[in-house]
């Protein structure tokens, strides 16, 4: 079983920016983690995810070019540096983490691997005012 522990939400105007962290703990983390977003009503979406043996990442449409994925694996802390902020971003943000260790695959594939609630945090809510 793995742990996340999401932290540095918060609110902020259009174009401002916000880091997320996440303390990972566990007997065994795999090497796919990402960030997923949820708005009330919708499904949730991947938004970052990043395979750390690569490094391999991958980014949805909505975010690329503004936010960026990145681990530090002295303290086990995966982050989200979101940048250029838009009422649109607003959401919980799940941090995710997978338990297995996966050898050999993409930033992409991890993306789908986390869709499962099981491997999420709590979450932080972001909330970008126009």
């Known amino acids: 079983q793995v742990q996340a522990a999401e932290s540095g939400g918060g609110s902020v105007q259009a174009g401002g920016s916000l880091r997320l962290s996440c303390a990972v703990s566990?007997?065994?983390?795999?090497?796919?983690m990402g960030w997923f977003r949820q708005v009330p009503g919708k499904e949730g979406e991947a938004v970052a995810a990043?395979?750390?043996?690569?490094?391999?990442?991958y980014y949805s449409d909505s975010v690329r070019g503004r936010f960026i994925i990145s681990r530090d694996s002295a303290s086990s802390t995966l982050y989200l540096q979101m940048n250029s902020l838009k009422p649109d971003d607003t959401g919980m943000y799940y941090c995710?983490?997978?338990?297995?260790?996966?050898?050999?695959?993409?930033?992409?594939?991890?993306?789908?691997?986390?869709?499962?609630?099981?491997?999420w945090g709590q979450g932080t809510q972001v909330t970008v005012s126009s």
């Open positions: 995710a983490a997978d338990p297995r260790i996966r050898d050999f695959v993409s930033g992409r594939y991890c993306a789908t691997v986390l869709a499962s609630r099981d491997y």
């Open positions: 566990g007997r065994t983390v795999g090497y796919c």
């Open positions: 990043i395979y750390t043996r690569g490094p391999s990442t």
